[in-house]
């Protein structure tokens, strides 16, 4: 059995992964201005601040585009193509827009849909964020 590729946390992303692992869906917002910052970096856009925190999101949010992966990138995910990849905008801010996986990859998904966020795997075996069709 060939073992899956892991993320691999940098002092910048390590709240997002360790916020997957609660089950919360974390961004970056500046401590100057309140704006949420994805992906993570050290100066915000906006004022310039090098202050921020890391907030839990609602996990709510719309299908802005989508991808069905048919090539085998990576042997340990033979078994699981095709999958669905899709960019969500969050309902917080909606030019802050994460991709996922899409729960249900026989689905075809539609732009616009609601989504919110579900989160499967663990420290052993790496936190994934999937989204599932509706507002819930």
């Given amino acids: 059995m060939i073992a899956r590729p ?5 002092k910048d992303s390590a709240p997002y ?3 997957l692992e609660a089950g919360e869906l974390r961004v ?11 992906p993570a ?3 915000c856009n906006r004022c310039h ?6 907030v839990a999101m609602s996990g ?4 802005k585009s989508w991808i069905r992966t048919h090539q085998r990138f990576h042997p340990a995910f033979a ?13 917080e801010q909606a030019d802050i827009q994460i991709i996922g996986a899409f729960a249900d990859p026989a689905a075809e998904p539609k732009i616009g849909e609601a989504v919110h966020a579900v989160f499967r795997g663990n420290r052993e075996d790496g936190p994934i964020l ?6 819930s």
């Fill in 6 to 10: 892991f993320p691999v946390p940098d």
């Fill in 41 to 43: 970096r050290a100066i």
């Fill in 28 to 38: 970056q917002r500046c401590a100057g201005c309140g704006t949420l910052r994805w």
């Fill in 130 to 135: 999937f989204w599932e069709l509706g507002a």
């Fill in 60 to 63: 709510r949010g719309t299908i």
């Fill in 49 to 54: 601040s090098f202050d921020a925190d890391w």
């Fill in 17 to 19: 992964w360790e916020g």
């Fill in 79 to 91: 078994g699981e193509i095709p999958y669905v990849t899709l960019l969500v905008a969050l309902a």
